[in-house]
């Protein structure tokens, strides 16, 4: 009885990265995912210890600027009307609308809106601590063989689900898709 | 040292002379020993090489996949992945239900496996760009291999289940988005004593399971140890590191080192409950100090602590590393334990050792502190002994009614 146990315990952790993988392919989707362009700004470089990968920050992960004539930290506009009731580890949502190439930020929110307006596109995310956001794209594995672009020549395309889930799809280097996405 | 050979020759001969055995019966038993010495030298040889070679060919394997890891299609690693995760489980399966006796070999496969999982989350991670710095991965790991541990009862995945949550509570601990969050600025003081108590927990579930066969706890007791000889070493140190605490930042959390607490007061409580030796008691009443430590520094670093608060701590916390050498060697030698008195010989030692560069300074400081700690080595010594004494004429006194 005890190892039939122990069997059922191996299809179930089988079955866990079946259905994670399923979830990833976008198979549990019922719309089509939409692909969209965003900007990165630069941050620190790879990190050896886990492996070969880049470091990706957009313009909506930081909620503040510093502001050299007042000598403050500012609440950047898209942010500024969320700010001061969010908790570190609260959910947000993000809103994107098309600007030329790639999409930006113009609003974080801690609600989710019913209804979006044509073209724009919202994901989810979290609030971390100190205007910091996260949305779980924030790394981007490549082969070793390869050298890490300058990252001001660095556009993102990300795969944004009907549920508000955000992937990385593929990167772009001035604007030519650098390594080929899934 | 002398031989094994030599001193079976050695002690044969004085038998020899005692008229125990004669001279075929010599004879007979050192040729024995010397046919068991040779298959154990040929069996070690051949383990050694056999070990070295599967080595080598593991390493080969994973070298050859690796430069070609580029080249391997998403759908062929994940199909690897799947086959080595379910093939190491049903592999070891398999030979159970054929009544194989080759536990280490069957043990090392479901090991692999419970290994497997967690290089099936980074896998995963990799190919969908995931990012994610909660430790989440080892909070599933962990979820993931715990339950098999008790299923087969297995000593090595109970420790790497240990990692697993160590590894969770540490990085989610301190990932600033978590709702349980260690408080910070004072995130140190919350994770020594969530270390404290959680080895406080294992040492005495762990001790007082030891005679329970299917009880995975007893695989415990070393990892718990090393973790308890180590915060206590670095509370040693607790004088540096007070200032740390009273936090301002809001956000933090003490539900990790409360849960820990619990863990621990519950492991006492079962040990007091469980407690049919009478020689366990003194370790009880250490371990029942080191949570009442970790309870009062939890409860100190919630406000701004004083310099003499800090000092209190490290103090108490030499005297219970002491005292805990000391029941380490009394113990080892009651049970004729090698290694438990030499963890004790080693404790002292270093903490000695320790002591003197942490706190050489003015003579009269490193004086006075120095007869104070004489004092309570001497005390420690005395008592230990005293109860040590009474121990063993209770045991002559009920052999002899007996």
Redesign the interface.
Known sequence: M??K???C??AL??F???G??AF?QGLLDIEAPAYIRVRTVPVDPRDYLS?QYMVLSYEFSVGSRWNEETKTMEPLEFVKQAMPQL???QVVWVYLHPSGDVYVPYRISSEKSESLPVGNVAFRG?????N?F?Y??????F?E?LQQPDMKDVTVELKVTSRGIA???RIFVQGNAWLKG? | MASFHKKLEDLLGAAMEEGIVDGSARDAIISLSQARERKKGLLSLSSVLGGLGGFAVMLGVILVISSN??QIS?WMK?SG??LL??GA??SA?FM??RGSDKHKTMDSL?FL?AGL?LA?IGL?A????????SGMAYGLWFV?IL??AL??RSASITLMSLVAFMLFIYINGHY????F?FPTPDSFTAALVFNMALAIGLVSFAIFARDKEHSMMRHLLIPGGFILFFVLYITGFYNEAYQWSGSTVT?GSYVYPAVAILFGLGGIGYGFMNMQKERYFQFLVVLSGVLGLSVIMLFLSMEKMSYTAGVAIALISWVLWFWLSFLCISYGSFQQQKGLVNIGVAGIGLGVMTRFFDLIGSMLGTGTVFILGGVVLLTLGWALEKWRRSIIARWERSSHAV
């Open positions: 005890r190892y146990l122990v069997a315990m191996v952790q089988m866990f990265f079946l994670w993988i990833e492996g908790k570190p580890g979290r609030y971390i601590n100190y910091r996260e779980g794209i924030e790394k981007y594995f082969p063989t992937r990385v799809n899934n | 890891w580029q998403d994940i992945f799947l995760l379910v489980h049903a399966l159970r239900s479901h496996g999982f099936g995963i990799q190919i969908y760009q995931l990012s994610s710095d993931a339950p098999l299923l087969l600033e988005a978590s709702i969050r956000g």
